[in-house]
Each structure stands twice: as C-alpha cells, then as structure tokens.
Nanobody, 114 residues
Framework: QVTLVESGGGLVQPGGSLRLSCAASGFRFASYVMSWYRQAPGKERELVAKIGETGGSPWYSDAVKDRFIIYRDNAKKTLELQMNNLKPEDTAVYYC???????WGQGTRVTVSS
C-alpha cells in the first residue's frame, strides 16, 4: 500500500521559515521523480518544486525560486522542502507526489500571516 505522509506545516510570520517533510512507503521511492505541490484556497493545485530520482536536477516554480529548496533522502524514503523568506501568498496546503502517479498524501497546511 502506497502512503505519503506530509508534516511540518504551521503558522509562520512573513519572512519566516518552515521545513516540510514527506514520508513515503509502499513503493520504490528511489525510482521516482518526487514533487511538492500546493493548493491555495480557491485556486488549483500547482507544482512548486521537483527533484530527480538521485537528488539531482531540482526544479522550482518562479514563485518560489531562490526561497525554497527541495531535498530527498532515498535511504530514509523522505522528501523535504525548506521554505525561507515566506510570504503570505505561500499560504496553502502542501502535498508531495511521485511523478506520473495519482499518489497523494493528506497534505500539510502552511499559513503565512502576521
């Protein structure tokens, strides 16, 4: 059974930082490109960042480039997202995903507000 469990969200002030984690199980984690998506209230889910199978080729959306960093640990089957200099527009539920699959976790909510 495939599971993806996101954690690490919370309430943070603008300019603050958070680190999200995604624990994966039930599939060969190291064989998949892994991604972080987010869905803000009233908006469609959008791709935020992705990382290659061995940790190379990170990609970021323009909205988060230079502020977010995506990591993975294939031995631990975890995916992480370090989010710095957070802005109110980063407020959303964040999800991890294995590329080209319909596997989603329950998400972790990030709220950026003063």
């Amino acid at each position: 059974q495939v599971t993806l469990v996101e954690s690490g969200g919370g309430l943070v002030q603008p300019g603050g930082s958070l680190r999200l984690s995604c624990a994966a199980s039930g599939f060969r984690f190291a064989s998949y490109v892994m991604s972080w998506y987010r869905q803000a209230p009233g908006k469609e889910r959008e791709l935020v960042a992705k990382i290659g199978e061995t940790g190379g080729s990170p990609w970021y959306s323009d909205a988060v480039k230079d502020r977010f960093i995506i990591y993975r640990d294939n031995a631990k089957k975890t995916l992480e997202l370090q989010m710095n200099n957070l802005k109110p527009e980063d407020t959303a539920v964040y999800y991890c995903n294995a590329a080209f699959t319909s596997w989603w976790g329950q998400g972790t909510r990030v709220t950026v507000s003063s």
